[in-house]
């Protein structure tokens, strides 16, 4: 409890109480507070420019986040070579692999395209280093997707290659019989004198003059769709489907070396020159057929012969001599 204090009054010969005047007591207080005011902000001055002492723990956690920050830097520059590296193989997958195959290429809008919807980031944010984590998950997320259509485009370059390579050894390409001197040929396809009538009449075939008993081989892979004779003019004849629309057939055989519903590979032996059916002398009558319509075999002789050959049994298939069947 704070003293009374008096003092003397010469006028009235007494002692008065001293009263404090309420303007003194604000500005004491007022001066109290600016006092603490100034006091609290030299304090905060001095706070923020002494540097801070960090605990250990404070230091471990400082170094393990710029650590992370490097880490993150080295994960993006990694990723931009990753990415320089697919869009090399991006563009020959569109401008060689593809268009080989005559497959359509892939857009680019498909393999840069983003991902819509929600915010697949929403997690990340709010963060020191959100700018930072989000730009590399984003990065890394459209490389993923790229890798992903190229993984695919890849799985159907790899099937239209082992479709082609089965379309290459199905295709009949080599001659029927082994002609090392390129003589065999009697006739070839186009009009041509009928044997029998002497009449002029289309020729659909080629025909291989050799002794009965001379082998004949399939001249593509396939199936044996007939062995037999039931049909008119051909004698023993086979047929063989290559798949495709291709058919080839081989006919006056001796006699066969295969089966109905077999599987034969190129270069197979599936039967014996002979003279059966509608036909002259021993020889072989060979036939190709693409979709049901009779073509000319002199075309797919690529695989077995050299153009040198090639040009020779041209022109003696070329000749219009009489046929032999």
Do not use: C
């Not at 002259?280 to 797919?300: C, G, M, R, S, T």
């Amino acid at each position: 409890m704070s003293k009374v204090k008096y003092y003397y009054d010469s006028e009235t010969l007494s002692y008065k109480k001293i009263e404090r005047k309420k303007g003194r007591r604000l500005g004491i207080a007022a001066l109290s507070v600016l006092g603490t005011f100034l006091a609290g902000f030299i304090l905060l001055v001095i706070y923020l420019n002494i540097p801070q002492l960090e605990t250990p723990k404070e230091k471990a956690l400082s170094r393990e986040l710029e650590n992370m920050k490097l880490q993150y830097s080295l994960l993006n520059r990694k990723m931009e070579q990753i990415e320089s590296v697919l869009a090399n193989v991006e563009d020959r997958d569109n401008n060689i692999y593809r268009l080989y195959f005559e497959a359509n290429p892939i857009p680019e809008e498909q393999r840069l395209a983003g991902f819509g919807g929600i915010n697949r980031y929403k997690d990340l944010e709010g963060f020191d280093n959100s700018k930072l984590i989000i730009e590399s998950h984003k990065k890394l997320d459209m490389l993923t997707k790229r890798l992903v259509v190229q993984s695919r485009s890849l799985d159907e370059i790899i099937e239209l290659a082992n479709d082609k390579e089965n379309l290459l050894a199905s295709i009949p390409a080599i001659i029927p019989v082994k002609n090392e001197n390129l003589k065999r040929m009697a006739s070839g396809y186009g009009w041509r004198t009928d044997p029998f009538t002497k009449v002029r009449k289309f020729h659909y075939g080629m025909d291989f003059t050799a002794p009965r008993g001379t082998p004949v081989y399939a001249t593509g892979d396939g199936v044996v769709e007939r062995a037999d004779n039931r049909s008119s003019g051909y004698g023993n004849h086979i047929r063989i489907d290559h798949g495709y629309g291709y058919v080839s057939l081989y006919a006056h055989l001796y006699k066969y070396n295969v089966r109905r519903g077999q599987k034969v590979q190129r270069g197979d032996l599936i039967g014996f020159v002979g003279s059966t059916g509608r036909s002259q002398a021993p020889h072989l009558h060979y036939e190709i057929f693409k979709d049901d319509v009779k073509i000319n075999p002199i075309n797919f002789y690529y695989g077995h012969l050299s153009p040198a050959e090639y040009d020779d049994i041209l022109e003696q298939a070329q000749l219009e001599n009489q046929s032999l069947d």
